[in-house]
């Protein structure tokens, strides 16, 4: 029997959390790998001899291997970091544990063997690379890593040969320690590949970066990397999930819409002071994947969030994320609580991105502005003061949709289908508050909607920069066409009779 510090080596819980009910474009930061087939090793008999290794490339945290026996008819499992585990291939074999044999991971499994289970190593071959490629680890440092999981239908199994202690960490789904991975069986393929990777991403940047952050960004990162499209041959992984059925049983992103629908959105700050214990519930996933896929998604934020890993065994790794953006701030926290407040399958962060200028106030006999369909927030350079009566009105005709046929819309919208209680294509305005020095502690939207179809009045209750958009989803912006023009002017003054 492999002794029960297995479970006692020294590394943090990393445990992962349940999906729910959910989860449009394949993101500008998502990876993608080919794969070649590669054999799975068949049960071992009492005459084979399979040594199952893990190597070791933590140099930063300048580990040593234990050494391990191999014998034959014997599983000898050597984690990333210290422990060795001899195991015998017939406890396996009697236990109903099977060996699936990959390049970086071995596989050990109770599940019954389908085509989706037997191409898991191939899967976590597969997205190695493509983790190295995101922190930028040379293969040289990567190439014989390997780490040893057990997929478990009946725990009870690994418990009797000795690949679980039963006075071990307690966890829902899945958790990473010392090289040895642990995952409990999943209903559908995909969660089963995510929280593999989830774990595998754990692993990996234990070992390669000899750290992983803070909480937030540890867990927000597997999430991130988990998140994957397989057609059985190409892996993608840190992409944005494009429909639920694309990735059954993840949950994330109605899980955000949902709180920010009850008025509970997180402002960064807060997803930032996320603690371990807020793990328990699923929510604290959902926010940490979506920080995350904010800042790498955003053109003006990814560089900067992808070089902060260099930072992961810093103390004060979120006071350095904080200080890289101490420039834009404000701006991004601004964008986080519209993205927050408007978050969509297939989000478009291009087509979503605000021009924040300081605009001059309205001239006197107003000005025209042209509005592009496919945009959101849009910056008319033109400042309205509070209090004021301003007069808007539009026209155009542009297209909302392109399947089954084209739709075109003009400002009023098109009644036969409503996005968030108002006509697709409405037009909309915001007047932003660009001098308010809260945002980071807020997490309401600071781009609240007035609908103006083909005319309306607004009177501002601040000072602040018109921005105009048409109403549509933030993952469906790709398929609308055409512009809309825009005129704005102080309203005549009311006689006192009306």
């Known amino acids: 029997m492999p002794p029960r510090a297995i479970l006692r080596a020294s590394m943090v819980l990393l445990m992962c959390g349940w999906a729910v009910a959910e989860v449009h474009t394949t993101s500008p930061w998502a990876h993608s790998a080919e794969t070649k087939e590669s054999p799975s090793a068949a049960v071992p008999g009492?005459?084979?001899?399979?040594?199952?290794?893990?190597?070791?490339?933590?140099?930063?945290?300048?580990?040593?291997?234990?050494?391990?026996?191999?014998?034959?008819?014997?599983?000898?499992?050597?984690?990333?970091?210290?422990?060795?585990?001899?195991?015998?291939?017939?406890?396996?074999?009697?236990?109903?544990?099977?060996?699936?044999?990959?390049?970086?991971?071995?596989?050990?499994?109770?599940?019954?063997?389908?085509?989706a289970v037997r191409e898991l190593p191939r899967v976590f071959d597969a997205a190695c690379p493509?983790?190295?490629?995101?922190?930028?680890?040379?293969?040289?440092?990567?190439?014989?890593?390997?780490?040893?999981?057990?997929?478990?239908?009946?725990?009870?199994?690994?418990?009797?040969?000795?690949?679980?202690?039963q006075d071990g960490?307690?966890?829902?789904?899945?958790?990473?320690?010392?090289?040895?991975?642990?995952?409990?069986?999943?209903?559908?393929?995909?969660?089963?590949?995510?929280?593999?990777?989830?774990?595998?991403?754990?692993?990996?940047?234990?070992?390669?970066?000899?750290?992983?952050?803070?909480?937030?960004?540890?867990?927000?990162?597997?999430?991130?990397l988990a998140t994957h499209r397989w057609d059985g041959k190409k892996l993608e992984v840190g992409r944005f999930p494009e429909s639920r059925r694309e990735v059954p049983m993840l949950g994330r992103i109605k899980l955000v819409q949902d709180a920010a629908g009850e008025g509970r959105a997180l402002s960064v700050k807060q997803v930032m002071s996320i603690v371990p214990r807020d793990f328990e519930k699923n929510e604290a996933y959902a926010w940490c994947w979506a920080l995350t896929a904010f800042l790498d998604g955003h053109p003006a934020y990814r560089q900067r969030f992808r070089g902060l890993s260099a930072n992961v065994r810093k103390p004060d790794f979120t006071a350095r994320l904080v200080a890289a953006y101490r420039d834009d701030w404000r701006e991004l926290n601004d964008e986080?609580?519209?993205?927050?407040?408007?978050?969509?399958h297939g989000y478009d962060f291009?087509?979503?991105?605000?021009?924040?200028?300081?605009?001059?106030?309205?001239?006197?006999?107003?000005?025209?502005?042209?509005?592009?369909?496919?945009?959101?927030?849009?910056?008319?350079?033109?400042?309205?003061?509070?209090?004021?009566?301003?007069?808007?009105?539009?026209?155009?005709?542009y297209q909302v949709a392109r399947q089954p046929r084209v739709w075109w819309s003009e400002p009023g919208g098109v009644s036969i289908r409503y996005y968030h209680g108002r006509p697709l294509g409405m037009l909309l305005a915001t007047v932003y508050d660009d001098r308010h020095d809260d945002a980071a502690d807020r997490s309401d939207t600071p781009f609240d909607p007035v609908p103006v179809g083909l005319r309306t009045e607004i009177t501002p209750k601040h000072t602040g920069t018109l921005m105009l958009r048409i109403n549509d989803s933030a993952g469906e912006l790709d398929d609308n066409a055409g512009t809309l023009r825009i005129t704005i002017r102080p309203a005549k003054p009311r006689r006192a009779s009306e």
């Not at 922190?135 to 009946?154: A, E, N, P």
């Not at 393929?189 to 960004?217: D, K, N, P, T």
């Not at 986080?336 to 969509?344: G, I, M, V």
Request: with cysteine; proline share 3%; glycine share 8%.
């Open 46 to 115: 009492r005459s084979n001899r399979l040594d199952v290794r893990n190597s070791t490339l933590d140099r930063v945290a300048q580990r040593k291997v234990t050494p391990g026996t191999s014998q034959a008819g014997n599983q000898t499992l050597r984690s990333a970091t210290t422990t060795a585990v001899t195991v015998d291939a017939a406890r396996l074999r009697d236990a109903g544990i099977r060996v699936l044999k990959g390049t970086h991971l071995i596989l050990l499994t109770d599940v019954p063997v389908s085509a």
């Open 169 to 224: 960490p307690k966890f829902l789904h899945g958790y990473a320690e010392n090289g040895m991975l642990w995952w409990n069986e999943q209903p559908t393929a995909y969660y089963r590949r995510h929280l593999i990777l989830h774990e595998g991403v754990h692993s990996f940047m234990q070992s390669m970066l000899g750290g992983s952050g803070a909480v937030w960004y540890r867990e927000g990162m597997a999430e991130l």
């Open 336 to 344: 986080w609580r519209f993205y927050a407040a408007n978050l969509e």
């Open 130 to 165: 493509l983790w190295a490629d995101y922190f930028k680890i040379d293969r040289q440092r990567y190439d014989h890593w390997r780490v040893t999981g057990c997929l478990m239908q009946d725990r009870s199994r690994f418990q009797h040969v000795g690949l679980l202690d």
């Open 350 to 397: 291009n087509r979503t991105v605000i021009r924040f200028t300081h605009a001059p106030p309205l001239p006197r006999d107003g000005k025209q502005v042209t509005i592009r369909a496919d945009r959101g927030w849009q910056n008319t350079g033109t400042m309205l003061i509070a209090g004021v009566t301003y007069e808007i009105s539009a026209s155009g005709r």
